[in-house]
């Protein structure tokens, strides 16, 4: 199952790439987001997936969200969690639920840049090479042992949006090639 926040465009990639059968035991069981009128829930209703949305907004506490969306998660009994532009931080409890198969891509070469705005903070910085990573998400923000990673240089033009579409053609390869390994390791 994946989990989105925004316009879901690896997502889609992802989707694609199992419709086409590319993907051939990777069954996508739900899409799940923590805000209402996401792109990225919209896309998938329309490809026939099951969506839900565990509001962050309608929590008081956020342990009690991270309940609410750990919970929720385990009802589809996935065998992994993927995080594809999913930007809230998730708790202990979501962590030991899906220890070990909780699956974040990021579009900076980790553990450069981590957080909401690795593309920018690397353009910021000055670096002439970022790139991706796909990583076994743990407690942290955006740390866990890395399953794929690959660089991309940066342009003197670059501008954050020009940099990120490069970066995210290369992420949404890294992370078919990552769902393709695990599903044959299930
Ligand atoms: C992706 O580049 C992903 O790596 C990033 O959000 C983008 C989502 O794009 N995630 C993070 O920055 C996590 N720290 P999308 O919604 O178009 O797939």
Redo the contacts with the bound molecule.
């Keep these: 199952m994946v989990l ?10 992802v989707i694609d790439a199992v419709q086409a059968g590319e993907l051939p035991n990777v069954d996508i069981a739900a899409v799940g987001a923590d805000k209402h009128d996401t ?2 829930v919209q896309r998938s209703a329309e490809a026939g997936i099951e969506t839900f949305v565990v509001n962050f907004k309608d929590y008081e506490d956020r342990k009690d969200w991270n309940h609410a969306l750990t919970e929720k998660c385990l009802s589809y009994a996935p065998d992994y969690v993927v ?5 809230r931080i998730v708790g202990e409890e979501f962590i030991n639920a899906f220890d070990g198969t909780y699956i ?5 070469l980790l553990p450069s840049f ?6 920018r903070d690397a353009l910021a910085y000055g670096v002439k090479v970022t790139g ?1 990573t796909v990583h076994i998400a743990d407690a942290g ?2 740390t866990g042992p890395i399953l794929r990673q690959e660089a991309v240089a940066i342009d003197d033009a670059d501008t954050e949006d020009t940099l ?1 579409e490069r ?2 053609v290369v ?2 390869r890294l992370l078919i090639a990552t769902l393709a390994d695990l599903a044959k390791s299930k």
Aim: some cysteine; proline content about 6%.
């Design positions: 989105v926040s925004g316009t879901g465009s690896n997502l889609q990639a792109y990225g995080s594809s532009g999913f930007m974040n891509t990021h579009p900076a981590p957080g909401a705005h690795g593309v991706c923000v955006d990120h970066i995210k992420e949404r």
